[in-house]
C-alpha cells in the first residue's frame, strides 16, 4: 500500500481574546454592561469605577442644600425638623411604568373604543413585575367581547416595550424574549415549553437524547435561554428594568441632534497609583501586564460600542427621517443585512448592536430591534413597508361600499395594481392582525 500526504491551503478566521471581549460588550444593554462594568473591576485592581447614580444623587443634593429655602413658598418653617424633606422628594421622583406603557398606545391607530378601553385595563392589570395579573375571560365578560378579541389585543399589548410586558407566565415572558431575537436558536422554544428544568439543571445528555440532536446544539440553546431575562432569585423573579435609551434623537432648528445616553452607565478609569506600584515591582510584571491588558480591553470595549451606536443612529436618521418625524406607519423596510452592508461589518455585529437597546425620539421611545421592518417588493424593485401596506388595506376597507364589502381577493387584485405584489393570503392574514372581520361578516355584521 502506497503512502501519500496531501497538504490544502485553507483560511480560517481565528478572533482574538480582545475582540471577543469588544463584541461581548457590543450585545450588552445598559443593565448587563453596567453589572459586566463592576464584575471586572472586582477582578481588576486597576479599573476604577464611579457609580453614575450615587454621582448624579450627590450632585443633585449638593445643588439643593447650596439652594436658600428662602427661594420656596413653604408653608411651615424648613428650619424645623419636618416630616417633609425636599431632598428626598427630588431623589425619590420616579416615572410609572404605567404612564410609559399609556404613552405607547397612541402609535396604533387604528383600535376602535373597544380596543383602546380593553388595552388600557390590561395595562393597569399589570403586576409589579409588569406579568398579566387578570385571567382573560374575566377581562371579556367584562367588555362583552369575546375571548379570542381579548387574546388579540394582549397580543398586541406583548409588543410594547420593555419586552416581555404583558407576560402570563415565566415561560411566556421567556418565549416573548425568543419572539423578539430573529437569531434565537429555534430549539430554544422546545425547551422553554416541556423543559424548562431540564434545562434548570442542564440536563444538556438528557435533552440530546430526548430530541435527537447534537450535544452542541443542546449546550448552544440552553445558554442562549439562561441569557434571558427575568433571572430566577430565590423563589421570586426580578422585575423588569426600566428603560432607559441608549440614544436619544432630536431636532433642533431643522437638524437632528444624536445623543448617546451615558449618565446613567458607571465611569471607568485606570488607578494611576496602581500602575506606577505594580509597573516598577519585577515580581508583579506578568500580573500587571495581563492587568493592564485586560483594563484597556474594557474601555476600548466601550469606547467601540459607543461609537457602532452612534453610527447605527446616524445611519437611521438618514434611511428614516419620516419615521423620526410621523412614526412607525412611516418607517421603510429595513433588513440586518441592509445596515451590515452600509456600516461594512457583518450582519451578526448589527444583531448584537441593536440587542436590548433602545432610542428615544419625539414621539416616543422604541427598541432599535423594532426598526428592522420586513417588507413586501413592489414592482418598481424597492420594498412596501408591511405598516404602510396594513395601513393601505385599512382605507380601502374603510372607503368600501357598506353594501358590497370588498373581499380578500378583490384587496389583492387592487394592492397588485398600485404595484404591490401580494396574495390573498397575505391580505387575509394582516386583515385578520387588525382584527377586521372578513367582507361576509362586514355584510352581515
Not at 411566556?172 to 436558536?185: G, R, T, V
Not at 420594498?383 to 401596506?389: E, F, G, L, P, R
Amino acid at each position: 500500500m502506497q503512502m501519500t500526504i496531501k497538504t490544502s491551503q485553507k483560511v480560517t478566521q481565528v478572533l482574538s481574546a480582545q475582540l471577543v471581549q469588544h463584541l461581548e460588550i457590543l450585545q450588552y444593554s445598559a443593565n448587563e454592561l453596567e453589572q459586566y462594568i463592576y464584575e471586572k473591576a472586582n477582578e481588576n485592581p486597576l479599573i476604577v469605577v464611579t457609580d453614575a447614580e450615587a454621582k448624579r444623587q450627590y450632585e443633585e443634593i449638593m445643588q439643593l442644600a447650596s439652594c436658600s429655602f428662602n427661594t420656596f413658598s413653604l408653608p411651615y418653617d424648613v428650619s424645623r425638623n419636618d416630616q417633609f424633606n425636599i431632598i428626598e422628594m427630588k431623589l425619590a421622583e420616579k416615572e410609572s411604568y404605567e404612564q410609559f406603557l399609556l404613552e405607547q398606545v397612541p402609535m396604533h391607530k387604528n383600535l376602535s373604543s373597544v380596543d383602546l378601553r380593553i388595552l388600557k385595563f390590561l395595562i393597569q392589570s399589570l403586576d409589579d413585575r409588569l406579568f398579566l395579573d387578570v385571567e382573560l375571560e374575566i377581562v371579556a365578560q367584562k367588555y362583552k367581547t369575546t375571548l379570542s378579541h381579548v387574546e388579540a389585543i394582549l397580543d398586541l399589548l406583548q409588543t410594547f416595550e420593555p419586552v416581555g410586558v404583558g407576560a402570563r407566565s415565566y415561560k411566556e415572558y421567556l418565549l416573548i424574549q425568543l419572539d423578539n431575537d430573529q437569531f434565537a436558536p429555534i430549539i430554544a422554544s422546545q425547551f422553554i415549553s416541556s423543559d424548562l428544568e431540564l434545562v434548570a439543571a442542564q440536563a444538556f445528555k438528557q435533552l440530546s437524547k430526548k430530541y435527537n440532536i447534537p450535544l452542541q446544539e443542546v449546550k448552544k440553546a440552553v445558554h442562549y435561554i439562561k441569557k434571558l431575562k427575568p433571572i430566577i432569585v430565590g423563589d421570586k423573579l426580578e422585575t423588569i428594568p426600566y428603560v432607559n435609551p441608549d440614544i436619544e434623537v432630536k431636532k433642533i432648528e431643522e437638524e437632528w441632534i444624536i445623543k448617546l445616553n451615558r449618565h446613567y452607565l458607571p465611569s471607568v478609569s485606570i488607578d494611576e497609583s496602581y500602575v506606577t506600584l505594580l509597573k516598577n515591582d519585577l515580581n508583579y510584571k506578568t500580573y500587571y501586564r495581563d492587568s493592564i491588558k485586560d483594563a484597556l480591553a474594557l474601555l476600548q470595549g466601550i469606547e467601540q460600542r459607543d461609537k457602532t451606536l452612534y453610527e447605527l443612529a446616524r445611519w437611521f436618521v438618514q434611511l428614516q427621517e419620516d419615521f423620526f418625524i410621523d412614526g412607525l406607519e412611516a418607517i421603510k423596510p429595513m433588513r440586518l443585512k441592509d445596515v451590515a452592508g452600509v456600516l461594512g461589518v457583518h450582519e451578526s455585529t448589527i444583531s448584537r448592536a441593536i440587542r436590548g437597546k433602545y432610542i428615544q425620539v419625539p414621539h416616543g421611545i422604541y427598541a432599535l430591534q423594532s426598526l428592522f421592518t420586513k417588507g413586501l417588493m413592489n414592482t418598481s424593485g424597492k420594498m412596501d413597508s408591511i405598516m404602510y401596506i396594513k395601513k393601505r388595506l385599512k382605507q380601502l376597507i374603510e372607503r368600501e361600499d357598506k353594501q358590497n364589502p370588498l373581499a380578500d381577493q378583490q384587496i389583492t387584485n387592487i394592492l397588485c395594481t398600485e404595484g404591490i405584489q401580494i396574495s390573498r393570503r397575505t391580505v387575509a392574514k394582516y386583515r385578520e392582525e387588525m382584527n377586521i372581520m372578513s367582507s361576509f361578516n362586514r355584510a352581515y355584521g
